[in-house]
């Protein structure tokens, strides 16, 4: 086994947690012509039950203004293993399980990827989210 193999096993072996990755559905959605309500299209599930470990990369957030709503962009780094492949920019992780450390109000709580490091002997991979919702005050 590599060194780096055996980092990696080290590294992934640490990750208590789990989360998903999904992707927006493709196309225009359905038209329900009797009301006129339009459903968008069903996200695809990229991965599922990735092991992970999630922190927040500052201790403050940046709230900001987006159409008219109050939006708390608190920074994440996600860390999964090397084999969790395929992940983009724009997509959605949400973390399903923490470890009995973690912190409970994480799950659930959709993140936007907005980068995915790709480098070279890698141990982890490691995404940059940022959680976006609609600001009520500080959220988790």
């Known amino acids: 086994m590599s060194h ?3 980092a990696r096993a080290r590294a992934e072996a640490r990750l208590g947690s789990t989360g998903k990755v999904t992707r927006a559905g ?7 012509e009797a009301t006129l309500v339009l459903t968008p299209p069903a ?9 992970c470990s999630v922190t927040v990369q500052s201790n403050r957030s940046r709230e900001s ?22 992940i ?28 995915v490091d790709l480098r070279s002997n890698v141990v982890l991979r490691r ?7 609609p600001s009520t ?3 988790p």
């Open 43 to 51: 996200p695809t599930t990229v991965h599922d039950e990735v092991p």
């Open 4 to 6: 780096i193999a055996a």
């Open 127 to 133: 995404l940059r989210c940022v959680d976006t919702r």
């Open 88 to 115: 983009r920019r724009g997509d959605t992780w949400t973390t399903t399980a923490v470890d009995a450390d973690g912190d409970p109000d994480l799950v659930g709580v959709p993140l936007t990827i907005i980068d």
């Open 137 to 139: 005050g500080r959220l």
């Open 65 to 86: 203004e987006r159409a008219g709503q109050q939006l708390d962009a608190s920074e994440y780094r996600i860390a999964v293993p090397v084999s969790a492949t395929g």
């Open 26 to 32: 493709e196309g225009d959605g359905t038209l329900d």
